[in-house]
């Protein structure tokens, strides 16, 4: 398993840290467009630990100095991640991007979306700024099995993710898929299929993430009606080394968890202790 730290100090020289930040934007499954209330499990658009603030420089500069003391090389990722990055007009992308890009300290730039809010439009300003740093484009997939994404309200079918990733690999561009572990309904078997999906259609890197039960989201109802249950620290750890084992060498696990605000996690609250967490999944990878 490659990990981003191995892959970032190939491509970079160093290690290299993601700066989250808020360009302000919203989501089709929000505005009205797809609907109104976005996936069952999403509070604050994946973006609760991003920055926030009046311009994407400031932002930038804050989480700089929350986090440079653990980096020594001063490199760093903008990563957009908060909603739908490439969802408004191409002129306000153009300045987010530029704005995002411009710190000498930020060496590339990552950028969180939807597959189908990527035009040809879109497409093309991407590749442009690919000329300028690398640019990565984060895609949440969370699942390949359409039954799961009508019921998770996600808007879109997986042929839709599969055409953008061929899309945006012709243009040159780095994919990352997110896949989320522990769906309502679904089996190891699923999650295993997911990954094969992502691999099959070009993916780079993945992160992986447990579904884990947010305040104020319509999977919070579900789950207090019992209608869904959460997986446990063994069980969300044997699926993930399932899917691990069907990635290519080449393909970059950029993350095997992912943790929700502690203010806000309902369940499953061992999750709430991330050191714990990545230590056991990190051990019983090795096994």
């Known amino acids: ?34 609907g109104e209330r976005g996936c069952i499990f999403c509070l604050g658009g994946s973006g609760e630990f991003a920055e926030k603030g009046s311009n994407i420089s400031e932002q930038l500069e804050k989480a700089k100095r929350r986090v440079e003391s653990k980096i020594k090389s001063g490199k760093y990722i903008a990563y957009l991640q ?18 995002a890009i411009k710190p000498d300290y930020i060496v590339g730039i990552s950028i969180g979306t939807r597959p189908d809010c990527i035009s ?16 990565c484009i984060e895609l949440g997939l969370q699942t390949s099995n359409d039954i799961t ?16 990733v061929k899309r945006l690999k012709e243009a040159g561009l780095e994919v990352i898929t997110h896949i989320i572990i522990g769906l309502p309904n679904e089996t190891e078997k699923d999650a295993v299929e997911t990954t094969k999906t992502a691999v099959k259609a070009g993916t780079d890197g993945v992160k992986f993430h447990l579904l884990h039960i947010l305040k104020n989201t319509p999977l919070e ?9 959460c997986l446990s620290l063994e069980e ?25 605000a502690k203010k806000d996690l309902i369940a499953p609250l061992w999750s709430a202790d991330k050191k714990k967490t990545l230590n056991f999944l990190n051990n019983y990878l090795k096994r």
């Open 1 to 34: 398993m490659k990990t981003a730290n191995e892959y970032y100090k190939e491509k970079f020289g160093d290690k290299v840290y993601k700066l989250s930040i808020d360009a302000g934007f919203t989501c089709p499954n929000r505005d009205g467009t797809l």
């Open 82 to 99: 908060s909603f739908t990055n490439t969802y408004a007009p191409i002129k306000k992308l153009k300045e987010v991007y530029y704005e």
């Open 120 to 135: 040809e439009e879109i497409l093309s300003l991407l590749k442009e700024i690919n000329e300028i740093k690398p640019v």
């Open 149 to 164: 994404a009508e019921y998770i309200n996600r808007g879109y079918i997986t042929e839709v993710y599969i055409d953008a």
């Open 221 to 229: 109802e579900e789950y207090k009606n019992k209608k869904i249950t």
């Open 236 to 260: 969300y750890a044997k699926i993930l080394k399932e899917c691990i084992a069907v990635l290519p060498p080449e393909i970059v696990v950029h993350r095997i968890t992912g943790d929700g």
